[in-house]
């Protein structure tokens, strides 16, 4: 068996086609992780969210921005649709319901022991061990299956509170989770985050570090893999391994073969997908 982490996909149908095909996917026996943002953008977000969910438990998703802000919008919170209408083909599919169900109950973090490696979208804050961001995971994602869905779909958006703080309750608390589960690129080195900075290392505020390098980041042992920054493209530091490499934007969709005892193996395929417009995924 094989497993294999890949990065964002927002819709690019096609270019996943052409991955699966080079890395000879075989459902029966190997296992993917998607790093989220399966869909929004893209030219075929719907073709996109009906094939990872038809791989069943071949596939491990976690929840990137993109994927809450198609939930949001199907609950009725359009405060940042945008002229995108990427989306309209899932929210009009007759099986529009079950896709959405599905998509509310994946998680926002995956941990394998066994591989010892874990994946989120885009970032943890600098104060959580894994064993602290799984189970403030959970609480967001108890939150999404549960009765509270259609109240954190209307208040989700937001850039406060910006440091983690464990006396933090409510809506505050989940949507700084979600923050750093979902948006993370750059904080400071107490863990105040920066969200409105998204270029590439050496373009961000100063004082401001990407996540994964702050000094004494509670998490440093462990083996993380994200997506979310096509601008910083494949990066691999610090523990880390970011996989956005560009795809939607014609660059490329990336995978790890992830493996027991040796280093993972870089596939990549180039994309064909160019979106002339500024990068804030």
């Keep these: 068996m094989a497993v294999y982490a890949v990065g964002d996909l927002q819709g690019c149908y096609s270019d996943l086609l052409r991955l699966l095909d080079k890395i000879k996917f075989d ?17 075929d977000s719907l073709s996109t969210l009906r094939l990872v969910k038809g791989l069943g438990k071949a ?19 359009l405060k940042h ?12 599919a007759q099986d529009r319901e079950e896709l959405l169900l599905w998509l509310r109950h994946r998680p926002l973090m995956h941990c394998d022991k066994k591989l010892n490696y ?22 967001v ?68 570090m990407p996540w994964f390098s702050v000094p004494g980041r509670a998490s440093r042992d462990e083996r993380i ?24 934007w014609g660059g490329h969709l990336s995978a790890l073969q992830l493996r027991k005892r040796k280093p993972p193996r870089l596939i990549q395929v180039a994309c064909g997908q160019h979106r002339i417009a500024h990068r804030s995924s």
């Design 141 to 208: 994602e108890v939150c999404l299956q549960g009765d509270g869905f259609s109240d954190y779909c209307m208040r989700i958006y937001g850039n406060k509170p910006d440091l983690w703080d464990d006396t933090l309750s409510g809506m505050a608390r989940l949507r700084f989770i979600t923050n750093c589960f979902t948006r993370l690129r750059y904080c400071d080195p107490s863990g105040v985050l920066a969200l409105r900075d998204k270029g590439p290392i050496g373009s961000q505020s100063a004082g401001k």
């Design 27 to 43: 459902q029966h026996k190997d296992r993917l992780w998607f790093a989220g943002d399966l869909v929004n953008r893209g030219p």
């Design 59 to 77: 596939a491990i998703t976690v929840l990137g921005n993109h994927d809450l802000h198609l939930l949001a919008i199907s609950e009725g919170n």
């Design 225 to 248: 893999i994200f997506g979310h920054w096509s601008t910083l493209g494949y990066h691999h530091a610090e523990n880390t391994w970011a996989l956005d490499s560009g795809c939607l």
């Design 118 to 139: 874990s994946i989120i979208h885009a970032g943890l804050a600098p104060q959580w061990s894994i064993a602290t961001a799984r189970s403030l995971a959970r609480e």
């Design 81 to 92: 649709l945008g002229r995108d209408n990427s989306l309209q083909s899932i929210l009009r």
